[in-house]
């Protein structure tokens, strides 16, 4: 049996169980959430073990920035399971009021969520999480790059979650080429920009909606009134957490020329302290994924002044966190997004030209911005396009589930984490109830028309801008009401 046709027959399977409407059940919804929750507490050890055999991360990097992460989102989706699923009422007009008018969330269908190997416990969970909690089945892709976390999600998904309604997929380009070919009701890909264009294409011979996280070369701005040691601490750990290979890492930097040196300085100090004399020694620094990756790396810093760090060991595809200087926006280290423990320095002579200089080039996935003038912060808010903006620190808007998590233009489109995953994969359909009565006024729409019928229907549904004097019309008249109630009652007299 080909891939094509064993996969056909896997998402026609999955479906069905859709149609059976069991997923539409909150009472499956919620079990599969508590489920969920149960199978990463019962693997915590086995999931951050996984994660560093494939990337060496940190038990505590591993948790904070994956698991809990992951655990926190599948607590929130539960406990507000129901507010989110409940009927919308919206606002009426005269000709609808007597009519019941709301927005139902209702579930897709059958999600496929492609995932990305450099936090392949986050992105293939976060996305699972919002499937079930609106009540969609999911077919899981991990990224065969972190082949231990995947080889585990495989084993102890179909352990824990029903395994007619969601699956894992393993295998490489073959196999989600295969997956690609079949007709979903939504795709959620985390990766390049190039992947990304070959998902689009796939997706358009169904039509099928996709919400794609791309990533970018998302800069940071550091300004003369900042704290040079507060900014270099916040940054360092933004940009080599996971050993600089996050897609809202900070990929470059732009700073005040006449900070330059000394912001340097606070870079260098710090990353002593973060990682030691020889960071290969720190069990705080993870490595590179692959050896692909890791050579591309190496070729970046070709010809580059190197200020700090630079060795590798190409064996354990190490490479130490490496500051770079005197860098020109069109060495080939800014031609892409790095991905890696590599930081390029440039100067600017002040926040407009670094305004500037961020808004030629892609609209990023995060841009960052350090100083203490709230009007300069506001100014980069209110000047610039990006997925999302952090002042004063670094990537921890990923965290906070109540923000959107998405890019703008070439670093993807549509948003997820919390609420913003159910919303992306549920339709808000559109529910309106009428009643079989008050026919005399209903005839008014029919044919044949008047210029009496065509009044008043105008009358009726026609919106004008509000005026000051309709504005205050309403209540003073309610209030004179009110008053003239209490005098005829004789309340003011007893309350005097």
């Known amino acids: 049996m080909s891939e094509n046709q064993m996969f056909s027959q896997l998402v026609e399977r999955t ?83 007597m009519d019941d008018a709301y927005i139902q969330n209702e579930p897709l269908g059958v999600v496929l969520n492609i995932t990305a190997w450099n936090y392949p416990v986050q992105i293939a969970f976060l996305p699972l999480i919002g499937a079930i909690a609106a009540g969609n089945c999911c077919i899981l892709k991990p990224s065969e ?15 824990y979650l029903d395994k007619d309604c969601i699956h894992v997929v393993n295998g490489g380009i073959k196999e ?177 030209e670094a305004i500037e200089f961020i808004n030629q080039r892609d609209k990023p996935l995060a841009l960052y911005v350090f100083c203490k003038n709230r009007t300069l912060s506001n100014e980069f808010i209110e000047k610039t396009s990006s997925g999302a903006i952090v002042v004063n620190d670094t990537m921890v808007h990923g965290g906070l589930t109540t923000l959107p998590f998405g890019g703008v233009g070439p670093s993807g489109f549509g948003s997820y984490h919390g609420k913003f995953t159910f919303d992306a994969l549920s339709h808000r359909k559109s529910v309106l109830v009428k009643k079989q009565a008050m026919e005399s006024i209903n005839k008014i729409r029919y044919p044949p028309y008047s210029d009496k019928a065509k009044n008043q229907l105008k009358w009726i549904m026609k919106k004008k801008p509000k005026t000051l004097f309709s504005k205050l019309f309403f209540p003073i008249l309610l209030g004179i009401i009110l008053a003239i109630g209490i005098k005829m009652s004789g309340l003011a007299d007893r309350l005097i």
């Open 15 to 97: 479906r069905k169980a859709f149609n059976s409407g069991r997923t539409k059940q909150l009472e499956w919804r919620e079990n599969q959430l508590r489920q969920l929750i149960r199978m990463l507490e019962d693997h915590e050890k086995d999931l951050t073990q996984a994660l560093y055999d494939d990337l060496h991360k940190h038990a505590a990097e591993s948790l904070i920035m994956e698991v809990v992460l992951v655990v926190n989102d599948a607590v929130d989706a539960l406990e507000n399971l129901h507010e989110w699923t409940k009927p919308q009422k919206v606002k009426k007009g005269l000709f609808y009021m």
């Open 145 to 159: 790059i972190s082949v231990h976390t995947a080889k585990l999600l495989a084993k102890i998904i179909p352990q």
């Open 176 to 352: 989600t080429t295969a997956l690609l070919e079949q007709k979903f009701d939504h795709i959620m890909y985390t990766g390049s920009g190039f992947v990304g264009k070959i998902i689009m294409q796939a997706a358009a011979k169904h039509l099928t909606p996709v919400t794609l996280e791309l990533g970018g070369k998302s800069p940071c701005y550091v300004h003369n009134s900042s704290d040079l040691d507060v900014a270099a601490k916040r940054l360092l750990w933004g940009k080599f957490c996971n050993a600089g290979q996050t897609c809202v890492a900070v990929d470059y930097v732009l700073v005040d020329q006449d900070i330059h040196d000394k912001f340097v300085s606070a870079l260098k100090v710090h990353l002593k302290s973060f990682y030691g004399e020889n960071p290969k020694d720190s069990d705080s620094l993870g490595r590179i994924v692959s050896e692909n990756h890791f050579n591309r790396l190496k070729s970046l810093l070709s010809g580059l002044k190197i200020v700090c760090g630079g060795n590798m060991d190409e064996s354990t595809k190490y490479i130490e966190p490496t500051i770079v200087t005197d860098v020109s926006p069109d060495d080939k280290i800014m031609q892409s997004e790095i991905f890696g423990p590599l930081l390029p320095i440039l100067t600017v002579p002040g926040p407009q």
